[in-house]
């Protein structure tokens, strides 16, 4: 499915951008002033400029999404989606298939956006890209093996590409939370009653990913924001490591 209005303004593509830490950076693009079109498997809690419905297991279709709105022209690029798993548990522990699902929709997808959007995003300098980070990048991630590699890996991807441009053409910044963050594929991982007082909002990250689209990263460029749950950020280097978030299994 493909919803889509046109307009004046400039373009952001957001990957994974239906629920949680997504959303949130898709509303505050669009506060921004941006056009945002947003790609995912399910409709987006927030009504945006586009959507495209698309699976990014199926790396054909995710191809032909990206090309499709890559063609039209885009500023950003954010980069938002996540496989949990349904549980935490040791590797040995974990299904094949939850690994397999890992790889491909956050690791894979990230080299095919990179691959189809850059060009669109050094067209009109300069392009930028938001990578959704974690704490697992830093800290590892016992009972969460397969998210913490892929992470890791998609963050090193981000660094490498960004020595690839001049900061004039192409900036990257990486956002990630400083604790937990509410959304369906946490809550389906938690028991019903679970209290989710101290867990942050996506509307945590309105407000940073609005700064970051109005300056398309000049102050920001190469570096990791930690965003708390009340909006305010820091960055990555004024501390030694973020909290972790893992547990005894």
Known sequence: ???????GAQRALVIGGSTGVGS??????????YD??????????????????????????????LAAVADDGISVLCFSPAVYGRSRRK?????????????NVMMHSLWLALQTCVPSLIAAPPGLIIGVSSEVVYNAGPGRSGYAAVKAAAS????SIRQEYDAAHLRIVEVLPQGMVDSPGIRMRRATDFDYSGY???????????????TR???????ALVVRPDGTWHTLASVQSPPSQSRAL
């Open 91 to 103: 590797l040995v522990d974990t299904p094949n298939a939850e690994w397999v699902s890992q790889v």
């Open 217 to 223: 990263g000049s102050s920001d460029d190469g570096q």
């Open 36 to 65: 945002v079109h947003v790609l995912s498997r399910t409709r987006p809690q927030v009504t945006h400029a586009g959507w495209t419905e698309v699976d990014l297991n199926d790396s054909r279709r995710t191809q032909q999404a």
């Open 1 to 7: 499915m493909n919803v889509h209005s046109t307009g």
């Open 156 to 159: 090193a991807m981000l660094a």
């Open 24 to 33: 949130g950076i898709a509303t505050g693009l669009t506060s921004a002033g």
């Open 200 to 214: 942050a909002s996506p509307a945590a990250f309105e407000a940073v990913s609005e700064h970051l689209g109005r």
